[in-house]
């Protein structure tokens, strides 16, 4: 399938080579709350290191339309690549992208060193494919790797522009086994074949919608780009995301959708509120509308509970599934429930599941462990991530059907965690805890940790403090963790602050000063 050169067919020993990822991962308060797209350029990456270039990695991150916005800074994603790879990234800071700094970061570099580039779209030409900032890219480079695939589709110059100045340009890893593993998917597709689409704009998928019809059973369409089509069939959408430019295109779609026999699947109810949450996560009231009925003043923000149930009933028996978009604004816990029900359905399926987008992925990361264990139970997932006392019931119950195994977190990766995360701790699994598990496992664990209002009086919380450490034993004897009461424990590696209270008990003990 694959037709393009990769990095396994190219030499960049002491070669500068331009590495374009795909590093737009979500950012909450500077925090990335998923690294998967981080993790999916490692091998690439790695790979070139090892072969001795120097390798000079680039990406956007969201939407800063041409101007140097400081909270869409690829710092983090420095920082977090440093401890993914066990080296030092070094961050170009640099408004102009391919300004001084970035120029005198590359100068400087020696082979098997790595610095990452400034956001993309901090300059306009970007996302216009400007001649003269894909001539600055190339610039710094001999060779270009293209390992975005999240972003292929787009004429950007990081991405396309960049090549016509190169003599070398190759697909990373991550490029190389998403082609593959598409085009026999989508072009050779077990049916019954269902895509599923959100986002935002229309715009953004225009082919993608056009080209999916030709070879999907039924499409499904969500998200904000949903409105579009509502609106272009006569429905009231009130003040909703609508690209009025393209709603000859949707009834066009819907047309062609109707003489090929093809399901198309709109909304038929909608979560509105007042307006777009700021900040994105904010606590909004919401109300639950038809689709085509949402009132002037309210904006469609996530698909409804008879929408969840018509998506996930239409995927239910497909063999092939494709989808890319969130069904709302999913960073937000009111508007999220569109999106996890999607997940949650192609989770019950036994389709092969091809997922897009950062926020897409991130839904079906954000599963709950009991949903994951009966997932690795049916043989859909091999491996996930648990947060939860042990024993926990879901995993007790897994073992006792299946054999598993407790993956060792060694103390260079748990310290790695704990610098980066105060409050993680080391915690060993005791032997015996689960069925066909012998042997202590030593893993990272959060601490269970009580929250208190700062309304609280002193005297109460103090008073709560107390009780639970002066009668351990009587907990102790309703649940085992009652055995692990410890005060040097309890007042380490906290990162909120202690009531007035606690602080007022943990001192009168002298646990702290």
């Not at 893993?443 to 940790?449: G, L, S």
Request: charged share 25%.
């Amino acid at each position: 399938m694959l037709n393009k050169k990769s990095v396994d067919d190219i030499n960049v020993k002491g070669k500068r080579v331009l590495v374009r990822c795909d590093f737009n991962v979500p950012l909450i308060d500077g925090k990335i709350t998923d690294e998967n797209r981080l993790v999916a350029a490692l091998p690439t990456i790695k790979k070139l290191v090892a072969d001795g270039g120097k390798i000079i990695l680039c990406s956007h991150l969201g939407k800063p339309k041409g101007e140097p916005k400081p909270e869409l800074s690829l710092a983090p994603v420095a920082v977090r690549l440093s401890e993914l790879l066990g080296q030092e990234v070094k961050f170009a800071a640099d408004p102009e992208v391919v300004g001084p700094n970035a120029k005198a970061a590359v100068e400087a570099m020696n082979d098997g060193d790595v610095v990452l580039l400034e956001n993309t779209r901090y300059r306009a030409e970007e996302t216009k494919n400007g001649e003269a900032f894909s001539k600055e890219l190339a610039s710094l480079c001999d060779v270009f790797v293209n390992d975005a695939f999240g972003t292929a589709h787009r004429a950007h110059c990081s991405n396309v522009g960049v090549t016509k100045y190169v003599d070398t340009a190759v697909v990373g890893y991550l490029m190389q086994k998403e082609i593959d593993f598409l085009g026999n998917a989508v072009n050779n597709p077990v049916r019954p074949f269902v895509a599923i689409l959100g986002g935002a704009k229309v715009a953004d998928k225009l082919n993608v919608i056009n080209n999916l019809l030709e070879k999907c059973d039924t499409l499904i369409i969500g998200g904000g780009m949903a409105y579009t089509f509502i609106k272009a069939q006569g429905g009231k959408v009130g003040i909703s995301l609508v690209d009025d430019s393209k709603l000859d295109y949707c009834l066009d779609m819907m047309k062609k959708a109707e003489e090929l026999g093809k399901k198309l699947l709109l909304p038929i109810d909608t979560v509105a509120a007042d307006g777009f949450p700021n900040p994105i996560d904010a606590e909004i009231e919401t109300m639950i509308v038809p689709t085509n009925a949402i009132p002037d003043d309210k904006e469609g923000l996530d698909i409804g509970p008879k929408t969840r149930e018509l998506f996930a009933d239409a995927v239910k028996n497909a063999k092939t599934v494709v989808w890319n978009g969130p069904m709302g604004v999913s960073e937000n816990p009111c508007l999220a429930a569109g999106t996890i029900a999607v997940a949650k359905a192609l989770a019950d399926t036994d389709a092969t599941t091809i997922i897009g987008g950062g926020d897409s992925a991130a839904a079906v990361n954000n599963l709950g462990f009991g949903d994951s264990a009966d997932a690795l139970k049916d043989g859909k997932i091999d491996a996930f991530f648990c947060t939860a006392g042990a024993p926990t019931t879901a995993i007790v119950e897994l073992a006792t059907t299946n054999t598993i195994n407790l993956l060792t977190v060694d103390d260079e990766h748990a310290k790695i965690l704990a610098d980066a995360h105060p409050f993680y701790t080391t915690y060993s699994i005791p032997g015996g805890s689960y069925k066909g598990v012998d042997d202590d496992v030593q893993t990272v664990a959060i601490k269970a940790t009580l929250i208190a209002s700062p309304k609280l009086s002193e005297e109460t919380v103090y008073n709560i403090t107390k009780a639970i450490f002066e009668n351990k034993d009587e907990i102790a004897a309703t649940h085992a963790k009652g055995e692990e009461l410890d005060l040097d424990y309890a007042v380490s590696g906290i990162s909120v602050p202690f009531h007035p209270g606690a602080e007022k008990y943990f001192k009168e003990v002298g646990a702290i000063k």
